[in-house]
């Protein structure tokens, strides 16, 4: 099976995550997805991103050429709450599209969906915490979060 490229938005931005879950920080390049939403999500301290047209997702990044394995840890780890979609980011230091998986909520009228996630505070709050609960994760295989 191919490699694939994946827009991440959340906390997957985090390399300290992507280490855990994959075993590796993969090569990346900052991107735009255009037609959608990083909402929060009530009491999680992760987002969830939406089909939005109009909308964007600005200065995020797309892991590169990740194999189907740690496509299959990724699956795994995002669970039932999102789904994996075929997207075309663009990417910010080319103008160009590519093709990259994003992980979207499975859910678009979820009423726990509201305002705009925030990265920054997310990192200065949460990823002490999310890390260990990441850790628990890749050690049980039970998500914690």
Not at 50 to 75: A, N, P, S
């Amino acid at each position: 099976m191919a490699n694939g490229n994946v827009f991440v938005y959340g906390t997957l931005l985090a390399d300290e995550i992507v280490r855990i879950l994959i075993k590796r920080v993969p090569s990346s390049c900052d991107a735009v997805l255009a037609d959608y939403h990083r909402f929060s999500v009530r009491n999680r301290v992760y987002p969830g991103a939406t089909y939005r047209k109009g909308d964007r997702i600005k200065g995020k990044k797309v892991l590169l050429d990740l194999t189907h394995e740690e496509l299959q840890v990724m699956d795994d780890f995002e669970g039932e709450e999102y789904k994996r979609l075929t997207v075309e980011p663009c990417l910010l230091d080319q103008s160009i599209t590519l093709k990259a998986f994003v992980y979207v909520w499975v859910d678009p009228e979820d009423k726990d969906l509201f305002g705009s996630w925030d990265y920054e505070e997310w990192r200065s709050n949460d990823l002490e915490r999310y890390e260990a609960m990441c850790e628990e994760y890749m050690d049980t295989g039970i998500n914690v979060t």
